[in-house]
């Protein structure tokens, strides 16, 4: 009789200890499918909305009907910022991305408006969107700098950091900066004086354009305007106390 009163109490204890793992799991948060949308439930069995949620070692975010986002642009005021979920709904980090321009921004060179068919996005490694931020500057990316708008857009041709350095970055499928000697079309702000179709410029190695400065560059010197502009005329080098005349000719 004793015996039998011990195997009762005992299982009594599991069936407890069972109901009770079963309502910590039911009062649990989860992922649920809802036809070929995932949702996010809270304790209450709610939608969570409009927030980041992990699963493994990948983010997800719940846009503001609960639904998990997928293949799109993501922006979160919270922190203010920019990132991008691809097809399956995974937040891409340290990765490029390309986005038709559906919406017509405006993205083009210094002074100018462009409105490119396809935007350029690159996303770092905590998933945001590189932007110009406080400080508009170059960044490097596997060995090449770009520049971004506020947007976290690619930009392109003829650019000025913050500081008012000068840049040339390409077309508008490249964005990277140019270094080294470059014969380019100088831009439609460079128009204080009659310049060519074509004009050299020297960049340097993150693409920071020589400006109202002379160098020795392989073995000779240049001298490079306002507009960085390679002068090709006799131009004044030296201190006050000893100037000598020499002709940049190409």
């Given at each position: ?7 009762v109490?005992v299982?009594?204890a ?11 799991s039911?009062?649990a948060?989860k ?7 995932w ?15 992990r ?6 975010y719940?846009?503001?009907?609960g639904?998990m ?5 993501v922006?979160?005021?919270?922190v203010?910022a ?5 097809e399956n ?5 340290n ?5 038709p321009?559906?919406?017509g ?7 100018t408006?462009?409105?490119p ?22 960044r490097?990316?596997?060995g090449?700098?770009y520049?971004?708008n ?18 040339y ?8 900066a140019?270094?080294?000697?470059q014969?380019?079309?100088p ?17 340097g190695s ?5 400006i ?7 073995g000779r ?7 960085g502009i ?6 004044n080098?030296?201190a006050?106390?000893?100037l ?5 000719c190409?």
């Open positions: 009789m004793r015996k039998q009163t011990k195997l109490a299982l009594s599991a069936a407890l200890l069972a109901i009770g793992a079963s309502m910590t039911f009062a948060t992922w649920v499918q809802e036809g070929e949308d949702v996010y439930l809270d304790r209450d069995g709610e939608r969570e909305c409009n927030v980041w949620r699963s493994g070692d990948n983010y997800y719940l846009n503001e009907d639904i986002a997928r293949d799109t642009l922006k979160d005021d919270t203010g920019t990132y991008y979920v691809d709904g995974v937040r891409v980090t990765a490029w991305k390309e986005i321009n559906d919406e921004a405006q993205v083009g060179s210094e002074n408006e462009d409105t068919e396809v935007l350029y996005y690159y996303f770092g490694s905590a998933g945001k969107a590189y932007t110009a931020g406080n400080e508009k500057k170059v490097e990316i596997n090449k700098y520049m971004f506020e947007e976290g857009q690619m930009l392109s041709g003829w650019q000025r950091s913050t500081k008012g350095d000068l840049y970055l390409g077309n508008e499928r490249e964005g990277w140019y270094t080294g000697w014969k380019l079309e831009n439609d702000y460079m128009q204080e004086e009659d310049y060519d179709e074509l004009e050299w410029f020297h960049f993150t693409g920071k354009a020589k109202d400065t002379s160098s020795y560059i392989d010197y240049y001298h490079f305007n306002g507009d390679m002068d090709d005329d006799w131009y080098f030296g006050a106390s000893s000598s005349l020499k002709c940049l190409v």
